[in-house]
């Protein structure tokens, strides 16, 4: 008589771990590949315009500040040039990290872009911005930590 034993649970997905042994650093040096090579022009991933590339560049630098250490340092560096030229000090008066964040948003995805790096860097620059400004900007950004964080099996 055969008897028929339960597999053991598949490598990597038994913890809840959906892609296997990733961690928030390896979300984002992938994110941040596929915006390189979508901006660059890539036959499979297509970012071609300034919607996607605004998107991708918000849920990048998301993934950048979840993942924190280098991947944070570079995130916060690139917004540090649109929040010193639009925030405090600027010559615009004080309009807040809410007020940043809009001018931010508008920017990424209201002018005519022909190159698609500008919406997606200033995309990195608002997730940054949208996690430090609270409110509504942060529900987003912060909704989307904690599902990557869930997906590499996180808290």
Same mark, same amino acid.
């Given at each position: 008589?055969? $008897?028929? =034993?339960?597999?053991?649970?598949?490598? %990597?997905?038994? !913890?809840? $771990?959906? @892609?296997?042994?990733?961690?928030? *650093?390896? @979300?984002?040096?992938?994110?941040?590949?596929?915006?390189?090579? +979508?901006?660059?022009? *890539?036959?499979?991933? /297509?970012?071609?315009?300034?919607?996607? &590339?605004?998107?991708? !560049?918000?849920?990048? !630098?998301?993934?950048?500040? &979840?993942? !924190?250490?280098?991947?944070?340092? #570079?995130?916060?560096?690139?917004?540090?040039?649109?929040? *010193? =030229?639009?925030?405090?000090? *600027?010559?615009?008066?004080?309009?807040?990290?809410?007020?940043?964040? @809009?001018?931010?948003?508008?920017?990424?995805? +209201?002018? /005519?872009? /022909?190159?698609?790096?500008?919406? =997606? @860097?200033?995309?990195? =620059? %608002?997730?940054? #911005?949208? +996690?430090?400004?609270?409110?509504?900007?942060?529900?987003?950004?912060? #909704?989307?930590?904690?599902?990557?964080? /869930?997906? #590499? +099996? %996180?808290?």
């Amino acid at each position: 008589m055969t $008897h028929l =034993a339960a597999p053991a649970a598949v490598q %990597g997905i038994t !913890g809840g $771990h959906i @892609l296997g042994a990733i961690t928030l *650093s390896g @979300l984002a040096l992938g994110a941040a590949i596929a915006l390189i090579l +979508g901006v660059r022009g *890539s036959d499979i991933i /297509k970012i071609d315009n300034k919607k996607k &590339a605004a998107w991708w !560049g918000i849920i990048t !630098g998301t993934l950048f500040e &979840a993942a !924190g250490g280098t991947w944070a340092d #570079v995130a916060q560096g690139i917004s540090d040039v649109p929040k *010193s =030229a639009l925030g405090a000090g *600027s010559g615009f008066g004080d309009p807040g990290l809410g007020g940043t964040a @809009l001018a931010i948003t508008l920017l990424a995805f +209201g002018p /005519k872009w /022909k190159r698609m790096v500008w919406p =997606a @860097l200033l995309g990195i =620059a %608002g997730a940054v #911005v949208f +996690g430090q400004a609270g409110g509504a900007w942060g529900i987003l950004v912060n #909704v989307f930590r904690m599902a990557a964080a /869930k997906i #590499v +099996g %996180g808290a």
